[in-house]
């Protein structure tokens, strides 16, 4: 694993070094990103049940070690897969940032990107994770930032503000572990004796450092901002595998606490709460790139509720429940992961060819990129969890997992596990209109701005190539559920020993596909024994009630949404304005929907810092004499207090 | 042996279901005092539909085609999952008719349908397509209330399990939350047959059915069967949990069952005929409340243990 590890390094220094020639260093830095991803997803995935140690040479400080266990290879191989498609996407992609980044330096942070999720997963010491955490955050900032703009050093601080909240709370939860444990070393962490309040706290601060970091809800504001800023390769490796980072290291860090049922609860609320309103957000906003984006919160959503399951078998000491818990989880990552980033790279090849995020101006993209857009539906499908595709695969796992931990006697666990499933439910159904819509405003009907899509053509074989291999996996993962989920097991197994695993009682999908296949041949053996009329079809305009039909007679994607947005107006606060002047001009539609939590929870905050910031920078005025004022006051202070404690 | 059942199964729902149509059509006829069509009225359509020529809007795309044959594929495997002629002693059927496999093939139904609505370009389609997601929206957590409480209560979501417990008695309607989970299911899948005051299949261009405002021909005739396929799998969705009446012969389980389903098909027309017609919100909010409260009562009762 250290020569990955390296390659990454080298290619990354490479790239960087050749900044003089950015198209060199664009081939050179996203080919050889895609070469090591390969063969590190190769590598992972053949040692998934080993544990490999690998100690830094040299002298650091507090000798960092990195170290790799079943569950840390199964996220590297996460890790590398997704990164393999995605560099090999943006090899030809980022040539749409030439003229606005340097290529060398993107090649360069892309690989550094990649190197520091991958020590991320495999540090072993509580300093050489902040550090490496840290620094991911940072380099996925300034991968935001590749493509500058309006408000993007604003977009840049939400995310970079909520990040540091987040690592704030982890810092404390670590150093609190460490210092229970005697030691920063993540192995002796094993078996933490506090009691329930500190463990309390503890799994709180892992949730609010890892959650803010996953998009987990109320953290989610921070996605659609930065997910739309970056580049769609970017958002498309943040989305699909820097937050399950995220979400690796809450598994590995909660585990390490003595269990209690609560905190499968927290989860089981949170995760309905993130995945309803971040769905919600998904099916309102007009911006395709957002919807996608806030979707992610929604998935993280599902992904608790799966961990939920899981930790509240292991407060129950019940291994069934526990075990099916965290496979629906693991396999809930996988499969977001894949779709997610190909949803995002699906979104990045709409962007560069039509230049609008907006779906109002979009449509009829179908006829220019046919293969982009079958892409988009199988992954729509997938990600709306319909059947025979991947997202129904885990997503029926979790179900099953909540209806097995329903059974138990008990009001709360019945309560919070019904919850549960009435969210996942309802996220389904919305999911179902967020994405039909999605890919209906974009791809079909007849363009609504036809500017948008006249230059509009399909993108080269190299950029497909990733795409059609990621959804080819969404279907292969589908059918092949149950040999992901014996896969899955047995890492989990590694996790929750003592534990037996029976798939008995699930279902299978081959079945499935094999009943639809036998459905599909009846409609063709009745037109055929009736003798239908197959005569060539006519093409003619919609049918528009005998008016003459115009394209903006079409659903908008905001009128498509009209009637949920009003039986929601309770938590939804959306505004509308038509302008008007004069009787014969066109009238000017304008509507915004806010972001409820933004108004309530972040403005007021944001508001009183800026406020106090405000009133403090009086202090720095740049007049010297003042600022030895200050330093004769504090020294003043400091003697007096000398005098009087020590 | 199974596959041939499941064939029979969906080929004799396939051919028995527009009859109920037709009795339905002729009896809504009578309430309104007109003589009304004949009852293989629907027979005759789909027929003359199937020798129709077609046409299509020039905006259509691949999903215009290939929709009216996946929204077939799809009723029919929800009709399939419906555990009629198999039990638990089908191994590999047992392995495919699970609830949410059920719930989920309807929820591509409701996808299929909403995409092809959009990809015809029709101003109507699109707002009825925005429509059918609206209605699985305040439909689809209704059901799954009900749903979990029979889940939970039974312990799988696999559907034979599930029948052959109601029907031995092990778990039924002594258990109050069950009952009453019944009453609130019975109205969802009333719902989502697609009749007023949620839809009227008569009046195209303004509600549901508007989708396929631009479908004609045989695709049309296709979809048709269809959405009776899915009206028979909704309803027989409630027989198989609610009403099970199973025999050890395969055949006449299924006739039993098609009576059943036909039963109730022709007995919608009794809410459909008398109900009146709401705005898409103010109807969903006044019916649908109700049955969400009802739904909500059994999920309470079942938390609580009784």
């Known amino acids: ?646 | 042996m199974d596959f041939f059942y499941l064939l029979l199964q969906l080929v004799s729902a396939i051919l028995v279901a527009p009859l109920f149509d037709g009795i339905s059509r002729k009896l809504r006829a009578k309430f309104q005092s007109r003589i009304g069509p004949s009852v293989f009225q629907t027979y005759y359509d789909i027929y003359k539909l199937l020798k129709r020529g077609r046409t299509k809007s020039h905006s259509t795309s691949y999903i215009y085609q290939i929709s009216p044959y996946l929204m077939f594929i799809t009723a029919a495997a929800m009709f399939c999952a419906l555990p009629i002629t198999y039990s638990t002693h089908s191994v590999i059927l047992s392995q495919f008719s699970d609830i949410f496999v059920l719930l989920y093939l309807g929820a591509l139904f409701r996808f299929i349908f909403i995409v092809a609505g959009i990809d015809t370009a029709n101003p109507f389609a699109g707002v009825s397509a925005s429509r059918e997601g609206t209605i699985g929206f305040y439909t689809e957590e209704v059901a799954v209330i009900c749903l979990i409480v029979v889940m939970m209560g039974t312990g799988s979501s696999n559907l034979p399990f599930i029948t052959s417990l109601v029907q031995e008695g092990t778990y039924g309607y002594a258990i109050p939350s069950f009952s009453i989970a019944s009453t609130a299911f019975l109205w969802v899948m009333y719902v989502e047959t697609g009749r007023k005051p949620y839809d009227l299949a008569e009046a195209e261009q303004e509600l549901q059915e508007g989708v396929l405002g631009e479908f004609c021909g045989k695709d049309f005739a296709i979809i048709d069967v269809a959405i009776l396929l899915k009206q028979f799998a909704v309803l027989g969705f409630f027989l198989v949990i609610f009403m099970p009446w199973r025999f050890e012969h395969p055949l006449l389980s299924l006739i039993v069952f098609l009576a059943e389903v036909g039963f109730l098909y022709v007995m919608g027309v009794f809410i459909d005929n008398f109900g009146p017609r709401f705005t898409i919100n103010k109807g969903m909010k006044r019916t649908m409340l109700f049955a969400l409260s009802v739904s909500c009562a059994s999920l309470v009762l079942y938390i609580m243990g009784i």
């Open chain 1, 1 to 646: 694993m250290q020569t990955i590890y390296t390659l990454f390094l080298l290619t990354s220094l490479l790239s960087i070094l050749l900044y003089k020639k950015p198209l060199l260093a664009q081939k050179l830095g996203f080919g050889l990103a895609c070469v090591i991803s390969l063969y590190a997803a190769i590598f992972f995935f053949s040692n998934l049940k080993e544990t490999l140690i690998w100690e830094l040479p040299g002298n650091f400080i507090s000798a960092p070690v990195f170290r790799l266990d079943s569950l840390g290879m199964l996220f590297s191989f996460l890790v590398s897969l997704i990164a393999f498609a995605v560099s090999l996407y943006s090899f030809e992609y980022v040539k749409f940032y030439e003229k606005k980044a340097n290529l060398a330096v993107f090649a360069s942070l892309f690989n550094a990107f990649i190197l520091s999720m991958l020590l991320v997963i495999a540090s072993d010491n509580v300093f050489s994770f902040m550090l490496l955490w840290e620094l991911m955050t940072l380099i996925s900032a300034l991968l935001i930032l590749i493509n500058d703009g309006k408000g993007a050093a604003k977009n840049v601080m939400i995310y970079l503000g909520i990040a540091q909240i987040g690592a704030f709370c982890l810092m404390v939860a670590l150093l609190i572990m460490a210092s229970f444990a005697g030691g920063f070393e993540f192995s002796a962490f094993d078996e933490l004796n506090i009691g329930f309040g500190m463990s309390m706290t503890l799994f709180s601060l892992l949730l609010i450092g890892f959650g803010s970091k996953a998009g987990m809800f109320p953290f989610h504001v921070w996605l659609p901002l930065a997910y739309c800023q970056s580049p769609s390769n970017a958002s498309a490796l943040m989305s699909g595998v820097m937050i399950k980072v995220a979400l690796f290291a809450f598994i590995k860090f909660s585990l390490f606490l003595p269990q209690f049922v609560q905190f499968g609860y927290i989860l089981l609320f949170f995760g309905a709460l993130s995945c309803v309103f971040g769905i919600i957000y998904a099916l309102i906003s007009n911006d395709y790139k957002a919807s996608i984006a806030y979707s992610s919160c929604e998935n993280v959503g599902i992904i608790f509720l799966g961990l939920g399951g899981a930790f509240y078998g292991l407060g129950t000491n019940s291994p069934m429940i526990a075990l099916l818990g965290f496979i629906a989880a693991l396999f809930h990552i996988l499969n977001h992961a894949i779709f997610k980033s190909l949803l995002f790279m699906l979104s990045g090849n709409v962007y560069t060819a039509t230049k609008t995020r907006d779906m109002d101006a979009l449509g009829g993209l179908h006829k220019k990129m046919p293969i982009t857009s079958i892409i988009f539906f199988i992954a729509a499908l997938s990600i709306c969890a319909l059947p025979p595709l991947n997202g129904f695969a885990s997503e029926w796992v979790i179900y099953k997992t909540m209806v097995t931990g329903g059974i138990e006697e008990g009001v709360v666990s019945r309560f919070f596990f019904a919850l549960a499933i009435i969210a996942l439910s309802i996220t389904g159904a919305m999911a179902i209109m967020a994405f039909s819509k999605i890919y209906g405003a974009i791809f079909l009907g007849i363009a609504r701005d036809t500017k948008s899509i006249e230059e509009a053509k399909e993108v080269s074989f190299m950029m497909l190539l990733p795409l059609g291999l990621l959804a080819s996996f969404c279907v292969g993962i589908g059918i092949f559920m149950n040999d992901v989920v014996g896969i899955l097991s047995k890492i989990v197994l590694t996790l929750i020993p003592q534990t037996n695993v029976s798939t008995y009682g699930f279902i299978s999908m081959p079945i499935i596909l094999m009943v639809m296949f036998l459905c599909a041949i009846l409609p063709f053996v009745f037109l055929y024994l009736l003798k239908a009329n197959n005569k060539e079809v006519r093409i003619t305009d919609p049918w528009a009630c005998g008016f003459l039909y115009n394209k903006s007679m079409q659903i908008g994607s905001n009128a498509f949404t009209g009637d949920i947005r009003k039986a929601l107006s309770f938590i939804l606060k959306y505004e509308s304005e038509i302008k008007l002047d004069g009787y014969f001009s066109k009238a000017v539609y304008t509507h915004k929907t806010h972001d409820f939590f933004w108004d309530k929870l972040y403005e007021p905050v944001i508001h009183s810092i800026m406020l106090i910031a405000d009133k403090i920078g009086i202090f720095q005025n740049g007049r010297t004499n003042l600022y030895a004022g200050y330093i004769l006051i504090y020294l003043c202070l400091i003697l007096i207090f000398g005098y009087y404690y020590i």
